[in-house]
């Protein structure tokens, strides 16, 4: 199926042609302009038979979407990595709310405290669930070699500073890919409400009606744990969310 997203040109069989305006993945909902009207029409996937513009039928959730991009992120980061790219990492938390994970990627010397920040190099699920790009000029349904051919064209000199050698995070990494891959994903931080933190690395469903993760235990990653010797707690939800200068909700 085509993606789906902001711009795309539709057809109605009462309305003719339009363009969406906003979609919501994790309803089915769609908003769309049709001619030279002024108001916007909401009309649901599921029931109101739109088409695209060759006629193709519009089917939702005959495949559950994603609710956030950390999957596809993680199969990109790991084609780089195999590219030489290993000095690229994905750090991934979840929002105060819990209801969405943000997601960063960053480059050069692997500190998980001190990121660098780069335009259009992080993003919320929050975000991806009415738009689902990652904001480097990427197209929704981006394969992870598309995905890294477009942020090398985006930003060639933030890329490049990935280039070098990591090969304890690139070992971990590809094995948590292998264990999560594509329905599961990785975050760095919990509530601290719920505990101190948790011996194997969290580990999360990237999409509604995926089962429990029921796979091996996994490590977190290599030197993670030395950032906090002396201190059982490695990090909590409300420190990383009010440490760090990230977007506001």
């Given at each position: 199926?085509?993606p789906?997203?902001?711009?795309?040109?539709?057809?109605?069989?009462?309305?003719?042609?339009?363009?969406?305006?906003s979609?919501?993945l994790?309803?089915?909902?769609?908003?769309?302009?049709f001619?030279?009207?002024v108001?916007t029409?909401?009309?649901?996937?599921?029931?109101?038979?739109v088409q695209?513009?060759?006629?193709e039928?519009?089917?939702?959730?005959?495949?559950?979407?994603?609710r956030?991009?950390?999957?596809?992120?993680?199969?990109?980061?790991?084609?780089?990595?195999?590219?030489?790219?290993?000095?690229?990492y994905?750090?991934?938390?979840?929002?105060?709310?819990?209801?969405?994970?943000?997601?960063?990627l960053?480059?050069?010397?692997?500190?998980?405290m001190?990121?660098?920040?780069?335009?259009?190099?992080?993003?919320?699920?929050?975000?991806?669930?009415?738009?689902?790009v990652?904001?480097?000029?990427?197209a929704?349904?981006?394969?992870?070699?598309?995905?890294?051919?477009?942020?090398?064209?985006?930003?060639?000199l933030?890329?490049?500073?990935?280039?070098?050698?990591?090969?304890?995070h690139?070992?971990?990494?590809d094995?948590v890919?292998?264990?999560?891959?594509?329905?599961?994903?990785?975050?760095l931080?919990?509530?601290?409400?719920?505990?101190?933190?948790?011996?194997?690395?969290?580990?999360?469903?990237?999409?509604?009606?995926?089962?429990?993760?029921?796979?091996?235990?996994?490590?977190?990653?290599?030197?993670?744990?030395?950032?906090?010797?002396?201190?059982?707690?490695?990090?909590?939800?409300?420190?990383?969310?009010?440490?760090?200068?990230?977007?506001?909700?």
């Open positions: 199926m085509k789906v997203a902001p711009g795309t040109v539709i057809f109605h069989r009462f309305r003719g042609y339009g363009v969406i305006t979609v919501n994790l309803t089915g909902w769609i908003s769309a302009r001619g030279s009207e108001r029409l909401d009309l649901n996937l599921s029931s109101d038979e695209h513009a060759d006629g039928a519009i089917l939702f959730r005959r495949s559950p979407p994603d956030m991009p950390q999957a596809r992120l993680m199969a990109m980061v790991r084609e780089l990595h195999r590219a030489g790219y290993q000095r690229l994905l750090y991934s938390w979840p929002k105060p709310s819990g209801l969405h994970w943000r997601w960063h960053f480059t050069g010397q692997r500190s998980w001190q990121r660098a920040w780069r335009e259009g190099w992080y993003g919320s699920g929050a975000d991806y669930n009415f738009n689902p990652m904001g480097w000029g990427d929704p349904g981006e394969s992870a070699l598309e995905l890294s051919s477009t942020l090398a064209r985006f930003d060639p933030g890329l490049a500073q990935a280039l070098g050698r990591d090969e304890d690139t070992e971990w990494f094995a890919c292998v264990a999560l891959l594509p329905n599961y994903t990785f975050s931080g919990w509530d601290s409400r719920n505990g101190p933190a948790p011996a194997a690395l969290p580990v999360i469903p990237v999409r509604r009606g995926v089962p429990d993760y029921a796979g091996p235990d996994l490590p977190w990653p290599p030197g993670w744990a030395m950032l906090w010797s002396g201190s059982t707690a490695l990090t909590t939800q409300r420190s990383l969310c009010s440490a760090e200068s990230v977007p506001k909700d």
